[in-house]
């Protein structure tokens, strides 16, 4: 199964880029980027937007395009979804991760990473909505790059 998501989810990243890039899949031990649970204060709310910074974390280097990621939302306080992209792409219309109140919820999501916007290198972002105004943890954790 695994085999079969990573395929289809490279075959979906070379259907964005042009036909004359090669990319090449790099798996890596399955690393956490983000877990809002160990910072006080770190929840999402309805309609906010965050940005993760990648680059030299969990072994993505510099010349990675784009990441395949495991999303959780933990504990929505509403419905909702989460949005995962690029930090320089205008936010796109459809959601990444769709959850229900009360119930934690994960899928793995492939997303472009922007290019190096500052030291920091090549960020994405997550928006939120959570319907009554409410709020979720959410874990980011990195399965593959590719370059």
Not at 130 to 137: I, K, T
């Amino acid at each position: 199964m695994k085999t079969r998501i990573m395929t289809l989810a490279f075959l979906a990243v070379a259907a964005a880029v042009s036909c004359e890039d090669t990319l090449q899949t790099v798996p890596v031990e399955p690393c956490r980027l983000i877990d809002s649970r160990l910072r006080i204060g770190q929840e999402i709310t309805d309609d906010t937007t965050h940005a993760l910074f990648v680059w030299n974390r969990c072994g993505i280097p510099y010349d990675a395009v784009a990441l395949l990621v495991t999303v959780t939302a933990v504990n929505p306080s509403g419905s909702g979804h989460l949005t995962v992209y690029s930090y320089t792409a205008p936010r796109p219309l459809a959601s990444s991760l769709n959850f229900n109140r009360g119930l934690t919820a994960s899928g793995l999501v492939l997303t472009k990473i922007s290019t190096a916007i500052s030291d920091q290198g090549q960020a994405l972002r997550i928006h939120a909505r959570v319907s009554d105004g409410g709020s979720l943890h959410w874990i980011v954790d990195v399965v593959a790059y590719l370059k």
